[in-house]
């Protein structure tokens, strides 16, 4: 059996795992609730005295009630954090994709909540601020569902506000985050988000946050696929995830334009590469040569978007 239907099967298996656990408890809470209903009905049946007489006893009865549902909650609550435990645990070991929820369909997007600041700067290389641009960016807490096609080579074409960027993504080097990226591409996720900075300390540009800030959450977490950067480092041009160590990689990305990426992790290899620029390095250019603002100026003075990104295959 294929990887990928692999993580199918065991996925289809904690979900239907999860659902038992639920019906077994949704069984029990009807199972309490009629003992109720009986006791309530004999106490209706005898005299008003033996009522009064017996009120202690009620209130006994309805403890009990209480403390079994609570009981029952309680499994319930115990069973699926020990499920998921069990997932992560076996994703993790696999270098698979780690889900927030691993009952939840992986590609099932949930609101977040949380939408790209307001801003009135003006937006760069007389562009105009995308429609989508303040739009609320869902979270995908089961993961990203499954996209690459094996033999088929992926090529992004991200249209920016100041011109086309394209990049060669690495399936092969990074399947696990290549297969992220496209699907969120695919989902129009990227589209109308911000080049939100240029991050000096290490000569890259980051964006795909999907509220323009670093503190962002997709609702996954991408595992280290780093053999291609032990390998050839972080050149000029390299497409790299933004994450701070392992399993910390989302939606973020870098894009380096100078060699103090390669050099400040020469030692320690952290971040997946899974693209390089094909062309429109001379955009990068036209961004990085811009004003910048804010603590540590490492925003832009002007605003840079993504318009969109278009998944190729070739």
């Known amino acids: 059996m294929s990887s990928n239907k692999q993580r199918k099967a065991r996925r289809k298996a904690e979900r239907e795992h999860w659902e038992r656990e639920q019906a077994r408890v949704a069984e029990r809470r009807r199972r309490v609730r009629l003992v109720g209903v009986f006791a309530s009905v004999g106490a209706v049946v005898v005299g008003v005295g033996l009522v009064v007489a017996l009120t202690a006893g009620d209130d006994s009865d309805q403890s009990a009630e209480d403390q079994a549902i609570e009981d029952t909650d309680l499994l319930a609550s115990e069973a699926a954090a020990d499920a998921h435990a069990s997932a992560a645990a076996e994703a993790t070991a696999a270098g698979e994709v780690l889900a927030d929820d691993f009952t939840v369909e992986p590609g ?54 100041c011109g086309p960027i394209t990049i060669d993504l690495l399936e092969k080097d990074a399947p696990v985050t290549v297969n992220s990226f ?15 900075r240029d991050f000096g300390g290490i000569t890259a540009v980051q964006t795909g946050s999907g509220d323009n800030s670093v503190g962002w959450d997709v609702g996954y977490r991408l595992p280290d696929e780093l053999e291609r950067a032990e390998r050839e480092g972080y050149p000029i041009g390299t497409v790299t995830t933004a994450g701070e160590g392992p399993y910390t990689a989302g939606s973020q990305f870098y894009i380096a334009y100078g060699t103090w990426l390669d050099d400040g992790f020469r030692d320690n290899r952290i971040h997946t590469t899974f693209g390089r620029v094909l062309s429109g390095m001379e955009v990068i250019d036209t961004m990085t040569a811009m004003e910048r603002v804010g603590m540590g100026g490492e925003a832009f003075a002007e605003r840079l978007f993504m318009e969109s990104v278009t998944i190729q295959q070739r």
């Not at 496209?182 to 939100?196: I, K, M, P, Q, T």
């Open 108 to 161: 099932t997007p949930v609101d977040s909540g949380r939408k790209p600041a307001l801003d009135d700067r003006p937006v760069a290389c007389g562009g105009k601020v995308p429609a989508n641009a303040a739009a609320t960016r869902p979270r995908y807490p089961g993961g990203p569902a499954e996209m690459l096609e094996e033999g088929v080579d992926y090529v992004a074409v991200i249209e920016t506000s």
């Open 182 to 196: 496209v699907f969120l591409a695919r989902e129009g996720f990227y589209d109308g988000l911000e080049v939100f």
